[in-house]
C-alpha cells in the first residue's frame, strides 16, 4: 500500500462512529480513578504515598478506601522506587495489621534500586507485568522522578513530559489498568490548585485525571479533583496517624463552613459575652466579606443572635443592652429587700421565726 493511501487506515468517517460499540470507562475506584494515567500530587511528608499504599492494598485484597470507597479488586504492582523493603513492611504492618493474618497475594511490590527508568526497560517491564497478571486494574508508580527518562539539555522539557504520559497511556489503554503516577507540586502558590504542579503543561495536559492533595492554611486538606472521565470535586479528607489511612470528611466547602462555624461559637463561648465583627474576625480567624456573609447565616440558623449593631452572642447569653435593661429595672426597694434576705442566716431567726435583735 502507497503512503499516499495509508491514512485510510488510520481515519473513519462519523457516520461509521455512530454505530460503533465500546465498553464501558472501568472505574478502579468510583468518582476519583478510571482507567488511563493519572497523577496524584501533593507536597514532600502530606501523605501521598501512603494513600497510594492505601489504595494499592486495598484492591489487591477487596477492602475499602478512603472510609467507604470500595475500589475494584484485582492484581496490583506497585513501584515503590523511593522505599525499601524494609520500610514497606513497616508501612504494610501499620496499614494492615492486626486485622490481616495475611497479606495480599496480588500486590506485587518493587523496592528502590531494583526497578529500571522508563527508556531503560522499565516502561517494557510494566507492559509485561499487565500482560501477566490474571486481571491487572492498577499500576503505581511512586515517583515520576524516580521512573521517568531524565530529561537533558537539549530535549524540550514540555515534549519530554507528554512523551513521558503519553507512553503510560499506551499501556493503560491496553489493557484498560489504571496507572497512578506519584509526583510533586511546586512551592509557588497559585490561585488554581492544578496550576501547581511541578513541570509543565505537558504533564497535566497529557494526564487522564489529576489528583491533589493540598494543605490549607488552617490545617485541613482538601483533596482535588479534575479529569477527562470524572466529575470535579474538592473534598475534605483526614489522615489518622494511628492507621495512617486517609478517609474523605465531606464536600469541602461544607466542612470548612462547619469548621468556621464552630471557631465563631467557641469564641463567643469563651466571652460568655457579645463580641463585635471584628472581635470575631480576629478570633475564628476570617476575613471581613466571609465573616459578614457566615455571621448571618448563622444568625438565620438560629446558632447565634444579633444583640446589637455589628455586635453578635449565643442565644442563652445576655447582651450588653439586654443586660442594662434588666440592671435599670429593679427598684431599689427590690433591691434593698434582696440585699436584707442575703443577709439573714439560720443563727439570726428565733424558733418562732422572729427576727433576733
Same mark, same amino acid.
Given at each position: 500500500?502507497?503512503?499516499?493511501?495509508?491514512?485510510?487506515?488510520?481515519?473513519?468517517?462519523?457516520?461509521?462512529?455512530?454505530?460503533?460499540?465500546?465498553?464501558?470507562?472501568?472505574?478502579?475506584?468510583?468518582?476519583?480513578?478510571?482507567?488511563?494515567?493519572?497523577?496524584?500530587?501533593? !507536597? =514532600?511528608?502530606?501523605?501521598?504515598?501512603?494513600?497510594?499504599?492505601?489504595?494499592?492494598?486495598?484492591?489487591?485484597?477487596?477492602?475499602?478506601? /478512603? #472510609?467507604?470507597?470500595?475500589?475494584?479488586?484485582?492484581?496490583?504492582?506497585? /513501584?515503590?522506587?523511593?522505599?525499601?523493603?524494609?520500610?514497606?513492611?513497616?508501612?504494610?504492618?501499620?496499614?494492615?495489621?492486626?486485622?490481616?493474618?495475611?497479606? =495480599?497475594? !496480588?500486590?506485587?511490590?518493587?523496592?528502590?534500586?531494583?526497578?529500571?527508568?522508563?527508556?531503560?526497560?522499565?516502561?517494557?517491564?510494566?507492559?509485561?507485568?499487565?500482560?501477566?497478571?490474571?486481571?491487572?486494574?492498577?499500576?503505581?508508580?511512586?515517583?515520576? +522522578?524516580?521512573?521517568?527518562?531524565?530529561?537533558? #539539555?537539549?530535549?524540550?522539557?514540555?515534549?519530554?513530559?507528554?512523551?513521558?504520559?503519553?507512553?503510560?497511556?499506551?499501556?493503560?489503554?491496553?489493557?484498560?489498568?489504571?496507572?497512578?503516577?506519584?509526583?510533586?507540586?511546586?512551592?509557588?502558590?497559585?490561585?488554581?490548585?492544578?496550576?501547581?504542579?511541578?513541570?509543565?503543561?505537558?504533564?497535566?495536559?497529557?494526564?487522564?485525571?489529576?489528583?491533589?492533595?493540598?494543605?490549607? =492554611?488552617?490545617?485541613?486538606?482538601?483533596?482535588?479533583?479534575? #479529569?477527562?472521565?470524572?466529575?470535579?470535586?474538592?473534598?475534605?479528607?483526614?489522615?489518622?496517624?494511628?492507621?495512617?489511612?486517609?478517609?474523605? /470528611?465531606?464536600?469541602?466547602?461544607?466542612? !470548612?463552613?462547619?469548621?468556621?462555624?464552630?471557631?465563631?461559637?467557641?469564641?463567643?463561648?469563651?466571652?460568655? #459575652?457579645?463580641?463585635?465583627?471584628?472581635?470575631?474576625?480576629?478570633?475564628?480567624?476570617?476575613?471581613?466579606? +466571609?465573616?459578614?456573609?457566615?455571621?448571618?447565616?448563622?444568625?438565620?440558623?438560629?446558632?447565634?443572635?444579633?444583640?446589637? !449593631?455589628?455586635?453578635?452572642?449565643?442565644?442563652?447569653?445576655?447582651?450588653?443592652?439586654?443586660?442594662?435593661?434588666?440592671?435599670?429595672?429593679?427598684?431599689?426597694?427590690?433591691?434593698?429587700? /434582696?440585699?436584707?434576705?442575703?443577709?439573714?442566716?439560720?443563727?439570726?431567726?428565733?424558733?418562732?421565726?422572729?427576727?433576733?435583735?
Amino acid at each position: 500500500m502507497t503512503a499516499a493511501a495509508d491514512w485510510k487506515r488510520s481515519t473513519f468517517t462519523a457516520a461509521d462512529l455512530k454505530t460503533m460499540k465500546f465498553e464501558p470507562i472501568n472505574y478502579v475506584v468510583p468518582q476519583y480513578l478510571p482507567e488511563g494515567v493519572t497523577l496524584l500530587i501533593g !507536597r =514532600p511528608k502530606i501523605g501521598k504515598s501512603w494513600l497510594a499504599l492505601d489504595l494499592a492494598v486495598a484492591c489487591a485484597s477487596d477492602r475499602f478506601v /478512603l #472510609g467507604e470507597l470500595k475500589p475494584q479488586h484485582g492484581d496490583v504492582l506497585y /513501584l515503590a522506587l523511593e522505599d525499601g523493603k524494609r520500610r514497606l513492611q513497616r508501612r504494610l504492618d501499620k496499614l494492615l495489621s492486626p486485622f490481616a493474618n495475611a497479606w =495480599p497475594k !496480588r500486590l506485587t511490590l518493587a523496592q528502590a534500586g531494583e526497578w529500571r527508568r522508563a527508556d531503560q526497560g522499565g516502561l517494557a517491564h510494566v507492559e509485561a507485568w499487565c500482560g501477566l497478571a490474571a486481571k491487572p486494574i492498577l499500576v503505581v508508580i511512586d515517583t515520576l +522522578a524516580r521512573f521517568r527518562k531524565p530529561v537533558s #539539555g537539549k530535549q524540550q522539557f514540555y515534549a519530554a513530559d507528554t512523551e513521558e504520559i503519553a507512553s503510560l497511556q499506551q499501556i493503560a489503554i491496553k489493557y484498560g489498568t489504571a496507572i497512578l503516577v506519584l509526583h510533586h507540586d511546586r512551592k509557588a502558590e497559585a490561585d488554581d490548585p492544578f496550576d501547581t504542579v511541578s513541570g509543565t503543561l505537558g504533564l497535566t495536559g497529557a494526564a487522564d485525571t489529576i489528583l491533589i492533595l493540598k494543605r490549607q =492554611p488552617d490545617g485541613s486538606v482538601v483533596f482535588h479533583a479534575r #479529569g477527562r472521565d470524572i466529575e470535579e470535586s474538592d473534598t475534605a479528607v483526614g489522615f489518622d496517624k494511628t492507621t495512617c489511612r486517609w478517609t474523605i /470528611l465531606g464536600e469541602a466547602s461544607a466542612v !470548612r463552613r462547619s469548621a468556621e462555624r464552630q471557631r465563631v461559637i467557641a469564641a463567643l463561648t469563651e466571652t460568655r #459575652g457579645p463580641l463585635s465583627v471584628r472581635e470575631i474576625m480576629s478570633e475564628a480567624k476570617l476575613t471581613r466579606n +466571609a465573616a459578614d456573609v457566615l455571621l448571618g447565616r448563622m444568625a438565620k440558623d438560629g446558632e447565634i443572635k444579633r444583640v446589637g !449593631r455589628g455586635s453578635y452572642s449565643l442565644p442563652g447569653q445576655i447582651g450588653q443592652k439586654e443586660r442594662s435593661d434588666a440592671e435599670a429595672a429593679e427598684t431599689p426597694e427590690q433591691t434593698a429587700d /434582696l440585699s436584707n434576705l442575703s443577709d439573714l442566716s439560720d443563727r439570726d431567726l428565733a424558733p418562732g421565726g422572729e427576727t433576733v435583735i
